[in-house]
């Protein structure tokens, strides 16, 4: 059974209790270590210069000469609450060695530090990092104090009931609560989808379905659905030149040479996530591993199966993900159906004047899904090659108040960067991750660059209540 948020219910399913120093020392002392293997000292810096008072805020930054700052001015601004979507930080490959990613190439994945779907070691470190990189900010914004032990009211841990999200929020909230003994609140059987984070359609009916094919069909331009695969062509090719796909044992048994650009359809059905087949399946399924590859091995061209890939290669290998990911979860009704239990629990965190700070551990179906459903404005997250929901990627919602009273919100993408992602560096208010301010269509920002709260929570009920159009059929 579900919990409720007071305290008047049942305690939630623990994944397991365990002493927090202990914990705190074993992820530091193996953080220590995986330093050492890929030769990056601590301190290693990913900016040149001398950071400014402003610098070390939240500010958007890139390691290139397009470096820019974030458009949010709070000086004036108190922060009230900071409430986090959260993407799990690196795992295994979701296939197991008996799949067709297997079959997709002669050459050896890399040998992973956990079970398939499963956080790696890697993913761990870093996650650790960002929680230590959010205490240093929230301590330095007076939202929390230095080694803070709050109470089960003031600040929430919940994750999706899978090991990785599980796994993502304890080592996140090791960081963040060094000395305090907070757990992660989960409700389901390990390895169960909680419905809040299950990306799953929960009704369909003949309107609907019309819709959410047609809004599909957009993202292929004039060609409809059909123009999706073809407009991937160059990434497709490239793709099964650095897997050698012609030389795999189903490019062997199947004549399956290269990506056709022709076979996609799209499926519903009731209770499950949306689903699609065809070549974009096959080749995301690739361009997943691949590109978790990339983070987790510390030799680039060994990532890579021998090929010297740029940076824009990569990026074209992971755009094909980025598109799967855009034709399941973000036409807008079916990120209205499917995110509505999550936009619920969101909306519920933003007006819970007990809470300080609220983190959910999920999924890049989580992430694509709500922004899309809230109508965000398209984006494209510079320093990443995921450019969408990127690994350990947080959307971080924060209610400030202003010195008249009023109550604003602003909304950002928190990352690490590629070089922060494969050099495991230190995060600190001196090298801090990216930060990209997110917008939504049809609200304006103040001169501040912050939305007004009560606009935003109204925006949310729209969403949320054109669920219940849909679901009428209407």
Known sequence: MKKAKDETKAKPTRLFRHNRTFFTMFVATMMTLMLMVTGCSPGAKTYNGSSTSQEKDLVTQTQRKDRVTSAVKDKNYKLEETVILSRHNIRAPLSDKDSDLYKMTPHKWHEWSSATGELSLRGGNLETLMGQYFRKYLVSKNLMTENENPSDKAVRIYANSMQRTIATARYFSSGFLPVANTDVEYHEKLGTMDPVFNPQLTFLNDTFTKKAMDEIGTMGGKQGIGGIEKGLTKEYKLLANVI???????????????????????????????????????????????????????????????????????????????????????????????????????????????????????????????????????????????????????????????????????????????????????????????????????????????????????????????????????
């Open 244 to 474: 050698d796909l012609k030389d795999s044992e189903k490019g062997k048994k199947e004549d399956y040479a290269k990506f056709p650009t022709n076979d996609l359809k799209i499926n519903f059905e009731l209770n499950k996530e949306p689903a699609l087949t065809g070549s974009l399946k096959a080749a995301t399924t690739a361009s997943d591993a691949l590109t978790l590859q990339y983070y987790e091995e510390p030799n680039a061209k060994k990532a890579a199966f021998g090929e010297k890939l740029t940076e824009s290669q990569w990026e074209e290998i992971s755009k094909i993900k980025d598109v799967y990911g855009e034709v399941l979860f973000t036409a807008p009704v079916v990120a209205q159906n499917i995110a509505n239990p999550m936009l619920k629990e969101i909306k519920s965190e933003l007006t819970n004047k007990n809470r300080k700070f609220t983190f959910l551990s999920g999924h890049d179906s989580n992430v694509y899904s709500v922004l899309a459903a809230l109508d965000f404005k398209d984006y494209k997250l510079p320093n990443a090659i995921e450019k969408e929901a990127p690994i350990g990627g947080k959307v971080v919602m924060e209610k400030w108040k202003g010195a008249d009273g009023k109550q604003f919100i602003t909304f950002k993408m928190i990352y690490l960067s590629v070089d922060q992602i494969r050099n495991v560096q230190a995060i600190d208010l001196d090298n801090p991750p990216m930060v990209y301010d997110l917008s939504i269509k049809d609200l304006k920002k103040n001169s501040d660059g912050m939305y007004n709260f009560n606009d935003v929570i109204t925006h949310f009920d729209q969403s949320i209540a054109a669920y219940d159009t849909l679901k009428a059929g209407k």
